[in-house]
């Protein structure tokens, strides 16, 4: 079956937000769990790697809700790449419950910035945004009518 994940870079503190989202969502990381630059095998056909890259992230994903992973990695200047971040993407989080997603929405929105408070909207979806302290931008939209 295909599937959609969200891949994020940034600019040298994948890991500490990786762990925050961890912190957030639960669960483990998939596969070896955090890779590093230092465990891609030498070649002769690459320049040799920079030693102040070595210990960054080459690669995570964190499964969240409803199977979709989260991955990313840090994208180093050293070896070229060049991140802006913040205002590229947002993910959409699309909980089942409103008390899953005010509990997400708090946790996500701490150290950051509430974009739209959660509120019920006219499309019927009970929406907020807001970016976290990462500066990546999160939508929230839950189907789950209001509670009497």
Not at 3 to 9: D, G, I
Not at 19 to 37: D, Q, T
Not at 39 to 64: N, R, T
Not at 121 to 135: H, N, R
Request: hydrophobic share 40%.
């Amino acid at each position: 079956m295909a599937t959609v994940n969200v891949y994020l870079n940034f600019t040298g503190n994948t890991e500490e937000a990786f762990l925050f989202y961890k912190n957030v969502f639960g669960g483990e990381f998939s596969g070896e769990g955090i890779m590093r630059f230092k465990d891609i095998p030498p070649s002769d056909d690459a320049p040799a790697m920079p030693e102040a890259v070595m210990e960054k992230v080459m690669h995570v994903s964190l499964p969240i809700l409803g199977g979709f992973l989260l991955m990313g990695s840090d994208a180093p200047k050293e070896m070229g790449f060049s991140v802006t971040m913040g205002n590229n993407i947002y993910i959409n989080l699309q909980p089942d419950t409103r008390e899953e997603t005010r509990k997400l929405f708090k946790a996500l929105s701490e150290g950051g910035k509430v974009e739209q408070e959660l509120q019920d909207m006219f499309w019927g979806d009970y929406y907020g945004a807001c970016t976290d302290k990462f500066e990546i931008k999160w939508m929230f939209n839950c189907s789950e009518k209001k509670e009497q």
